[in-house]
């Protein structure tokens, strides 16, 4: 290779390795910001289950904290899209419902009206009294079900936790049968009733789950 084509070379390398440090350097999306929230809590609930369970002594603070810098910083951010923007509320709103649930447990336990934490159908009961006590409502807005699939899904995982709380089985519940379900609800809703947005809710009573919609214009 003559001296010409080996500079060329060089600088052509010397180009792409800049290239991968600045991918390497660059900060994440806001796509993938909201995934790491969204793992963030399922994994400070499978946490926060395996404490009430006896599993640990200490309640995961630290990984709260995460997810609250995470949600903060987020909060913060202009340039959500509209989808993004919905994502990123259905998220804080399971957050907060997750958020008070602990909190009740947690001062019961404190307060001695709750007794070692068993399991019933795969839920604590202690988190089973929290939660039926005024338990959490979820509430998620969907102007376009076929398209809103960060929300559908974020739904769709608050429901099957609900589920899951009350001892209702999931196995046979997939997301795509779910997807096509609350398309068909929002679709005929929005039909029926000169509708722009769909609300639908997730919540607890008297230890069954309530899944409901309703227009909102």
């Known amino acids: 290779m003559s001296v010409r084509q080996n500079k060329f070379a060089r600088r ?3 180009r792409q390795q800049g290239k991968q440090l600045v991918a390497r350097d660059a900060p994440p999306s806001v796509e993938e910001q909201l995934t790491r929230l969204e793992d963030d809590i399922r994994r400070l609930k499978v946490e926060f289950d395996i404490y009430f369970n006896g599993g640990t002594k200490r309640p995961p603070y630290d990984t709260k904290g995460r997810v609250e810098t995470l949600i903060k910083r987020l909060g913060d951010e202009r340039g959500f899209n509209f989808a993004q923007r919905y994502h990123y509320n259905s998220l804080v709103a399971r957050y907060t419902a997750f958020r008070d649930l602990w909190r009740r447990t947690i001062l019961e336990r404190e307060e001695g009206r709750t007794h070692a934490p068993t399991r019933v159908n795969g839920a604590s ?3 089973l009294a929290a939660i039926n006590a005024g338990g959490p409502s979820v509430a998620f807005v969907c102007a376009d079900a076929r398209a809103d699939v960060p929300t559908i899904k974020s739904l769709y995982d608050a429901l099957v936790d609900a589920k899951r709380l009350c001892g209702e089985p999931t196995d046979n519940f997939t997301f795509s049968q779910f997807h096509r379900l609350v398309v068909a ?3 005929t809703l929005k ?3 000169g509708c722009d947005r769909v609300r639908f809710s997730v919540a607890v009573e008297n230890g069954q789950v309530s899944f409901k919609a309703k227009a909102e214009k």
């Open 12 to 14: 052509a390398q010397d």
């Open 125 to 127: 009961t202690a988190a």
């Open 185 to 187: 609800k929002t679709e």
């Open 191 to 193: 039909e029926r009733l």
